[in-house]
Nanobody, 120 residues
Framework: HVQLVESGGGPVQAGGSLRLSCKMPKDIFSTYCMGWFRQGPGKEREGVAT???????RYADSVKGRFTLSKDNAKNTLYLQMNNLEVEDTATYYC???????????????WGQGTQVTVS
């Protein structure tokens, strides 16, 4: 069982920013697909941003231009910078790791506990 530890969620006003962090074990960092996902009230879990082992990133259309996925190899930490937040971004956000294809939610088998983001 891989332990992923998320932090950084909270309440924020529309138009504001938050940065989520996800620390994971060194031996899996950048070895597998890594990604951020979210699940809003009454909605299915969806991909927000993913990064492949070759460093290529992909974003959901709804967050392009507002969210940025990045990673710090020295800290084994994945980040999600969220700017210009909208009410529709309200959800529980999860980081996860998995195997290719990285764009599919079903590819991910290790999940963090989730961190709540509430935009009002």
């Amino acid at each position: 069982h891989v332990q992923l530890v998320e932090s950084g969620g909270g309440p924020v006003q529309a138009g504001g920013s938050l940065r989520l962090s996800c620390k994971m074990p060194k031996d899996i960092f950048s070895t597998y697909c890594m990604g951020w996902f979210r699940q809003g009230p009454g909605k299915e879990r969806e991909g927000v941003a993913t990064i492949d082992t070759d460093g290529s990133t992909r974003y959901a259309d709804s967050v392009k231009g507002r969210f940025t996925l990045s990673k710090d190899n020295a800290k084994n930490t994945l980040y999600l910078q969220m700017n210009n937040l909208e009410v529709e971004d309200t959800a529980t956000y999860y980081c996860a790791t998995g195997r290719r294809p990285c764009v599919m939610v079903s590819s991910y088998d290790s999940w963090g506990q989730g961190t709540q983001v509430t935009v009002s």
